[in-house]
């Protein structure tokens, strides 16, 4: 017991020293980030390592275990067939990339990171400031006694001993809010209720940062239209295409609000002529060029100068600087000052006098100066409320900045409308490549299949008819050869026609159809169904192939033992989810099951959406806009089972 509390104030000054690593720590994952070095998941991985040390340390000294809280790292790429490394639809030739883009998501979309990155933020206040007190007592005691007061020195000195077990718990428990893994059931309590409106704070500061980097962009430009002649515009366009884009998803992630990609499609890569060279134009107006890479460059400068989202953006960047000031420079400044300001730096000025250190400006006399009317309340107390008054307002600005961005940074109607052209075009002739080569594949299943059974079986008759009179013994076996082509014949015309519209469709409806898939699966499938009508019957064949093919899916590459389908339809949109508790990892490659669904749905204008982390689960989610008619009578329960 009593080196419990002796030792106690040598951990204390641990965990504050530890606490003290954060900034330093974030600041370098910060500049790896975000100054074009080679490996920015290296940095964050690494800064990983304090909070596992938190959470050994809460485990020991606090007597509070911490469960790690990350999700299973990916597993290492596998080389395919054809000796490629395949990360969604990209093809690499080393494995090393591929890896390391799937490392970087797997840090990126856990949780636990950001949570880590959170508490090595708050922590050197929250967690060190307490841990400080006992060592700080200690030291107190320590000079009080050198300055001849033994008393007050002996007082100060047990003191900071008998808090400091207490101490080493409070950041124990501390540490556990943010570094343990998170409950996704029960109530949520004050920290639920609060966590939205505290990230909502957090991300308007952080836009004040982003609404720097876009001035420096709109500078960027200005400077290459000018000093270069547009020579290196593109090069300037492509390079803040990828802020904007990061920006645009942001947006959409913060508010809800959704803005579409506007830019056009990048054109193909001129072919070479019969001479060598490359032509870029049209016609007369044309212009030729003897290397590849010169034709490149023209063909990109055309892309982007022609593209009037390219123009669109720049008046974004250009823009940005002023609405954010306008919006955010209050809130964030409130948010800001009253934290740093007003209460860290207020805290840490503080506990510098009690150890004796002579400061003589305070948070108090700024306080004093910039608003005299508040002088006579606590410097903390005015930083909380001007943070609390900055954190009400973030949501409603954010949404407003949302919509305001999306007014530049989404497509016009007139681009909406090319690109609604462009894609009815490419799947209407999907479509007919799709029927071209289904009907080739009937043809060639009857050809080689039934067509053959039904010759044989007409060559097996011929010969019955001269064996009937001399051997009728023979003609009775070969016409039960005979009868057994037959059969088989008729098993596969019944496949055949199966593939091309499945009877149970057109019986049962799309509900039992797939009610009857889930009872095939080689793995426990559960079905709900929430539709009030019939669809129509070529969505249905669409839905009932593309849940097929994704049961298959599961049950091969998934490594999953349960799976479970969902129908549902509101608000004209047919929605069929396949989930599964798999390996996770999924990803539609061109070839491959999942870009074949996604040809089929659409000709129906539909939409396949895969969301798939790697560890799991898998989510795979079609959406096609549709109307219902009058139901049919379904004879399955809702687990699939037949109803007796």
Request: charged letters at 20%; a positive charge.
């Amino acid at each position: 017991m009593l080196r419990t509390y002796v030792i106690a104030p040598v951990r204390c000054l641990a965990l504050a020293a530890l606490a003290l690593s954060g900034w330093p720590l974030l600041a370098v994952v910060f500049l790896g980030s975000h100054l074009g070095l080679p490996s920015p998941a290296f940095f964050v991985e690494q800064t990983r390592r304090a909070p596992v040390l938190a959470r050994r340390l809460a485990g020991r000294w606090g007597g509070l275990e911490i469960s790690p809280p990350y999700r299973p790292a990916p597993q290492p790429p596998a080389r395919g067939a054809d000796g490629w490394y395949r990360d969604g639809d990209d093809l690499f030739r080393s494995a090393f990339l591929p890896a390391y883009l799937m490392r970087l998501r797997w840090l990126v979309r856990d949780p636990a990171t950001w949570r880590d990155l959170c508490w090595m933020a708050v922590n050197p206040v929250v967690g060190g400031v307490p841990a400080l007190l006992p060592p700080a007592l200690i030291a107190g005691g320590i000079a009080l006694a050198w300055l001849r007061h033994p008393v007050l020195g002996a007082a100060a000195v047990l003191l900071g001993i008998a808090v400091g077990p207490a101490m080493v718990r409070c950041h124990a428990r501390w540490s556990r809010v943010l570094l343990a893994p998170t409950r996704r059931s029960g109530p949520g309590g004050v920290a639920a209720a609060l966590a939205p409106r505290l990230t909502a704070g957090a991300r308007v500061c952080a836009s004040v940062g982003s609404a720097a980097v876009a001035a420096v962009l709109a500078v960027a430009h200005v400077l290459t239209i000018v000093l270069t002649a547009m020579r290196l515009w593109p090069d300037t366009v492509l390079a803040a295409r990828r802020f904007v884009s990061w920006r645009r998803a942001r947006i959409g992630d913060w508010t809800g609000v959704r803005i579409a990609s506007p830019y056009l499609d990048e054109p193909p890569m001129p072919a070479p002529d019969h001479d060598g060279s490359y032509r870029t134009g049209w016609g007369e107006f044309g212009t030729v060029h003897r290397s590849r890479e010169s034709a490149v460059r023209a063909r990109r400068w055309r892309w982007t100068v022609r593209d009037p989202a390219s123009w669109r953006d720049l008046a974004w960047l250009s823009l940005e600087i002023p609405v954010a000031a306008v919006l955010f420079a209050i809130p964030a400044a409130l948010i800001a000052g009253g934290l740093v300001v007003l209460c860290w730096l207020w805290v840490w000025i503080k506990a510098l006098g009690l150890v004796g250190a002579s400061i003589e400006w305070s948070p108090d006399d700024l306080l004093r100066a910039a608003v005299p009317a508040l002088a006579g309340l606590p410097a903390p107390v005015v930083g909380l409320a001007a943070a609390a008054l900055g954190v009400a307002v973030a949501s409603p600005l954010l949404r407003c900045h949302a919509r305001l961005s999306g007014l530049l940074l989404g497509p016009t109607k007139a681009a909406l409308l090319a690109r609604r052209v462009g894609a009815l075009t490419s799947s209407r002739t999907q479509i007919s490549d799709a029927q071209a080569a289904e009907l080739r594949r009937i043809e060639r299943d009857l050809h080689d299949g039934a067509q053959a059974r039904w010759i044989a079986v007409g060559m097996t008759l011929g010969a019955v008819e001269e064996l009937i009179g001399a051997d009728p013994e023979a003609a009775k076996a070969m016409v039960a050869r005979a009868k057994d082509v037959s059969v088989t014949a008729l098993g596969e015309l019944r496949e055949l026609i199966r593939g091309i519209y499945p009877p149970v469709l057109a019986d049962r409806g799309l509900a039992d159809a797939v009610r009857t898939l889930a009872l095939d699966a080689p793995l426990e499938a559960e079905v709900r169904v929430h539709l009030a009508g019939q669809v129509a019957a070529p969505i249905e064949a669409a839905v009932y192939f593309a849940v097929s093919e994704l049961l298959t899916n599961v049950a091969k590459h998934a490594a999953a033992s349960r799976a479970w389908v969902e129908l549902r339809h509101e608000g004209g949109l047919l929605t069929a989810t396949v989930t599964d508790d798999g390996r996770g990892g999924a990803a539609a490659g061109r070839g491959g099951g999942l870009h074949g669904i996604r040809r089929r749905l659409d000709g129906f204008d539909g939409v396949l959406s895969i969301a798939s982390p790697p560890g799991g689960p898998t989510v795979a989610t079609l959406e096609i806009p549709c109307a219902l008619s009058s139901p049919r009578t379904s004879t399955f329960s809702e687990k699939g089972s037949p109803i007796s």
